[in-house]
């Protein structure tokens, strides 16, 4: 079964994915997916600390009875279904004869509050426990199917994509705006998520990021 990596792109309740494989003939974008990591109608899931600290949005809304047990309950529906939304991907590629060898996360610079309390007293705070939480259960699931994870700053991930390919920024854009996938959508997002999966193989090849008219080997 061939390698594959996957890259990570994270939000409330979804995450984007892109899953690419390198090889000395380029790299091959394989597919761009929406990995659901809550159900739609489920707000403790897809945003727990909000519900903990009473917040929806930007608006004061009444705390849950039991504000730390909520936020248990939460977190413990949304590893579930990351780890579900992993293992379909998993399952979808190993169905195409690949499997999910590595995997690049994108992650931002906030640091996790030292208690409860702290974590959801500033709806700035709770955004950064929300990312910090979407993404470990992310990684826990990626981890869970083998994939050796990387976590990438996401402020830095183009600039240290060029540095890396030894290519100007803007020609890195331009290159990866080409390798549109054969299936799924091709944003922003879904670009750098592929970046993320190509930055997270093994470096003992510098292999340019290109179109694989073939898949990679």
Known sequence: MRRAAVGVSAHLGWAASATVVVGKSGVRVLRTDRLEIAE????????????????EGLDRVPRPEDPEASLQRGLSR???????????LSAALESSGYRVAFAGVL?????????????????TQIHIEEGIAIRQSIRDALEACGA??????????????????????ASLAETL?????????WRKEEQSAAL???LSWPQGRRTPIRWAAHEAD
Do not use: I, T
């Open 40 to 55: 739609p109608s489920d707000r403790a899931a897809r945003e727990p600390y909000h519900v903990a600290g009473g917040f």
């Open 78 to 88: 949304q590893r579930r279904l990351a780890k579900r939304a992993v293992r379909e």
């Open 107 to 123: 992650v931002s610079r906030g640091r996790q509050a030292a208690s409860f309390e702290r974590a959801v007293g500033s709806h």
């Open 148 to 169: 050796r994870v990387r976590e990438l700053d996401q402020k830095r991930l183009w600039p240290d994509g060029a540095s890396r390919l030894q290519l100007p920024e």
């Open 177 to 185: 705006g080409q390798l549109r996938p054969g299936r799924g959508a």
């Open 196 to 198: 993320a999966a190509w």
